[in-house]
């Protein structure tokens, strides 16, 4: 349901620029911002990664090791971090009713083909391994994963446990910045028939993402708060995880409205790559998969 | 007689007795007094002027309740067939907050468009029994039979109509449950129902043969190649899983038959262990096994035997060939079971003549024991390729059909069987119209394979040949 008004003025004055234009399609709001805290950072064992600003260095110390480096190369979500460090683009424009209007892609260009590149070298090291999950991860040194799983990464990593911004990466020379989606949680009402019943959801929706509330969250579960006034709070300040991730986002573009077949589509690519298809691929032929990724992402939004 | 002239005499068949239908009751109503003239139009009118009560009031309320269902709910759901909806849902944003006003929903006309229709069916049927049942009540006061009373029809459905009186029930359960659905998924194969035509949001409409011209397509966006490569798999993996799990396990059961054998009590209940712990621990279990960072590969590189892990899950031949043997795995207990009970049914005697005679080992096996547990085991054989055709389990709690593959459309994997496609058609993309398609081809693949091997199996053909 659109949140018209007082309540959408509610929204776009209490919490971050980010969770705004995530809560928005077109030039409607359709959600009440929960956290902020949706996006991803990186957890590493301190005894194993002596320097976790370079991917090359992470992933040779993890060979060293014998550890492995673990990130989610076939997920939409965690793949645009490639490819928005090189400086591709891939966002959505939709109109107010939720309908994809336009796709802004630049897959297929010598950027895109960069990114490709890393995510291909980063593949065949014998250290990569695909997944997020520190509690799937059977030998971590490293991880790309969130705050949800600080609990989790605590007691895997015990004493050794760390967390940092994403690392740089080096392609052909060139050194890139990780980046990737700032995500957001959103809390949204289904259409209603009665005006009185949509005032009482959405004033409950106004309670639930109020400061207040999202500090008892962050105190009880540790969701990082989107509403800015509860993020000044000290106790959010000082937590190690949510630093890592508030450094990062600096790098990172907030994730706005995509189609559900996005997805599907990025995880047939990360599949490829991960599947040695494209190991001994010439920059053309990697240059031939993005342009049809591409073609395929632009036929989401007609 | 061929097929085809079978089939010409089945539609000529149906169409005289249509036409037989309509004669009768043409007669019946120009032979017919004037009671029998009403009934036509009201119901039961007859039956009850000849004080037959029960069957007047039954054919009376059937009548009553049928055009009240008509006008208060099931026209304008019949109406709604050909569009399938026109006003479409909108926001009114007018007043403080915006609300809903919610227009025609397709899913619902489509529904209940249909039922209306087998209600007009039923009617249609009552009616012709009515129109029959005074045709009959004419001709018993012509001849000066006595007209069966209301304690009589009572009587008679738990004695000579007690079946209809038992299949009343099943008979509803089935038309609700599954012919039903069915036919509404049927339909579903021929609107544009996807994630952009969601109703009550959104309507759908109907789109002809689109769905299925999609479905053969071949190109960038056509279901086309998806489908084929999606369809090979599914037939070469319903054929290994079937085969090498039946040879196999008879194997074992040979075995593990032998004279000389020892402890053969302990191996069966070893092999039978698999049988005890459901597939959703052990499956899953073996998939983390073989995980790239899972025990097998870890063990493998410790012990230096590889220097990378092998990508068993994320490599679409590796992951192919690994499901047919995990399937193995599981499935040689069931057979072994079965095949030790079938060959101790073997009569000894075969196998001694033959030994006399100086065959060896392997001539026994082709000449005796095969031969015979095919015979016995054809008809298992079959349900068996059908069911491994849809073996969701196995496939889901391995792969989920993965790896995927810019290569395939509409979200499959390279392990996916049809069913695991339309699964994920259906749960991931709410691409309802291109699920229907693919369940009528899993239909027609099942079926035609399923006659065709039925025909061809020898315990159809010979029925007596082992007795």
Redesign the interface.
């Known amino acids: 349901?659109?949140v018209?008004?007082d309540?959408a003025n509610f929204v776009s004055t209490s919490n971050d620029a980010g969770a705004v234009g995530a809560a928005t399609m077109g030039d409607a709001i359709y959600a009440f911002p929960v956290t902020s805290d949706n996006g991803y950072f990186m957890y590493y064992d301190k005894s194993v990664v002596t320097d976790p600003t370079s991917l090359e260095k992470i992933v040779a110390d993890c060979e060293a090791a014998g550890k492995?480096f673990y990130m989610e190369i076939?997920s939409g979500w965690y793949q645009t971090a490639f490819f928005f460090a090189t400086g591709c683009q891939l966002t959505y424009d939709a109109d107010s009713n939720g309908k994809f209007m336009k796709a802004n892609v630049t897959y297929a260009s010598d950027n895109g083909v960069k990114a490709l590149k890393k995510m291909i070298e980063l593949s065949k090291s014998?250290s990569f391994?695909?997944?997020s999950a520190i509690s799937n991860?059977?030998?971590p040194g490293a991880i790309i994963d969130g705050t949800w799983d600080s609990g989790a990464a605590k007691e895997v990593f015990g004493d050794n446990y760390a967390c940092a911004k994403l690392p740089t990466f080096t392609v052909d020379g060139e050194t890139f910045q990780f980046s990737g989606f700032g995500g957001f949680k959103l809390l949204g009402l289904k259409?209603?028939?009665?005006?009185n019943k949509?005032?009482v959801c959405?004033e409950l929706a106004k309670y639930l993402s109020s400061a207040e509330v999202q500090l008892a969250r962050y105190n009880e579960v540790g969701w990082g708060p989107s509403n800015m006034e509860a993020q000044a709070d000290s106790a959010v300040q000082s937590d190690e995880a949510l630093s890592a991730l508030a450094e990062q986002l600096a790098f990172t573009i907030p994730q706005g409205q995509y189609p559900?077949?996005y997805w599907?589509?990025a995880?047939?690519?990360g599949?490829?790559v991960?599947?040695?298809?494209y190991d001994n691929a010439s920059d053309e032929e990697l240059m031939s998969?993005l342009e049809?990724?591409q073609?395929?992402c632009e036929?989401y939004a007609q | 007689m061929g097929k085809e002239s079978k089939l010409s005499a089945n539609i000529q068949n149906m169409f005289s007795n249509i036409g037989k239908n309509v004669k009768e009751i043409g007669v019946t109503f120009t032979e017919g007094d004037w009671k029998t003239k009403v009934s036509f139009l009201i119901m039961g009118f007859g039956q009850l002027m000849h004080k037959q009560f029960l069957r007047g009031i039954v054919f009376l309320a059937v009548e009553i309740l049928f055009l009240y269902y008509m006008i208060s709910f099931g026209a304008k759901y019949l109406a709604g067939i050909p569009t399938l909806g026109t006003t479409a849902t909108y926001?009114d944003?007018s007043?403080?907050?915006?609300?809903?006003?919610?227009g025609d929903n397709s899913f619902l006309i489509l529904l209940y468009g249909i039922l209306t229709i087998f209600v007009i069916i039923a009617f249609v049927y009552l009616w012709r029994v009515n129109v029959r049942q005074n045709r009959q009540i004419q001709t018993y006061l012509a001849q000066g039979r006595k007209l069966p009373t209301s304690k009589e029809d009572l009587y008679s459905l738990i004695n000579e109509n007690f079946d209809k009186t038992l299949l009343a029930l099943p008979n509803l359960g089935v038309f609700v449950f599954i012919i039903l659905p069915i036919i509404f998924m049927i339909c579903v194969a021929f609107t544009n129902f996807d994630?952009d035509h969601q109703p009550p949001?959104a309507l759908f409409s109907w789109t002809g043969f689109a769905n299925f011209k999609n479905l053969f397509s071949i190109g960038?966006?056509g279901f086309g190649s998806t489908f084929f490569t999606v369809l090979g798999w599914t037939l070469v993996w319903a054929f290994f899983a079937t085969f090498l799990n039946y040879f196999l396990g008879m194997g074992v059961a040979i075995m593990i038959n032998k004279k000389g054998i020892k402890f053969k009590k302990l191996w069966r209940t070893i092999l039978v262990m698999t049988i005890a712990i459901p597939q959703f621990v052990s499956l899953l279990y073996v998939y983390k096994m073989f995980?790239?960072?899972?025990l097998v590969n870890?063990y493998l590189l410790k012990w230096g035997l590889i220097?990378?892990?092998i990508?068993f899950w994320?490599?679409?031949t590796y992951a192919r060939i690994l499901i047919i043997i995990i399937n193995v795995w599981i499935g040689i207990p069931y057979m072994m079971l079965m095949a030790t009970g079938i060959l101790m049914n073997i009569p000894e005697d075969l196998y001694e003549s033959a030994r006399i005679d100086g065959a060896n080992g392997f001539q026994m096996f082709m000449k005796i024991t095969l031969p015979y547990m095919l015979f016995i085991t054809g008809p298992y054989l079959l349900t068996s390729f059908t069911g491994n055709l849809n073996n969701f389990n196995v496939i889901f709690l391995l792969t989920q059909g993965?790896?995927?593959?810019?290569?395939?459309v509409g979200?499959a994997?390279y392990t996916d069987l049809l069913i695991t496609w339309l699964y994920k058609l259906t749960i991931?993309?709410t691409n309802y119209r291109m699920a229907a398609v693919i369940g009528i081809m899993v239909f027609v693949v099942t079926a035609v394979i399923s006659l065709v091997v039925y025909r061809i199996l020898p315990s159809v053909k010979d029925e007596e040949g082992f007795q």
Request: charged share 20%; hydrophobic share 35%.
């Open positions: 349901m659109e018209i008004g309540y492995g076939n014998p391994f695909n997944g991860a059977t030998n259409p209603q028939t009665d005006t949509a005032v959405l559900n077949d599907t589509l995880t047939a690519l599949d490829d991960i599947a040695d298809k998969v049809e990724f073609a395929t036929s | 926001v944003k007043g403080v907050v915006p609300v809903t006003v919610y994630a949001a960038s966006a995980a790239n960072d899972g870890g220097d990378n892990f990508p994320s490599n679409a993965n790896p995927k593959s810019m290569d395939l979200g994997g991931n993309d």
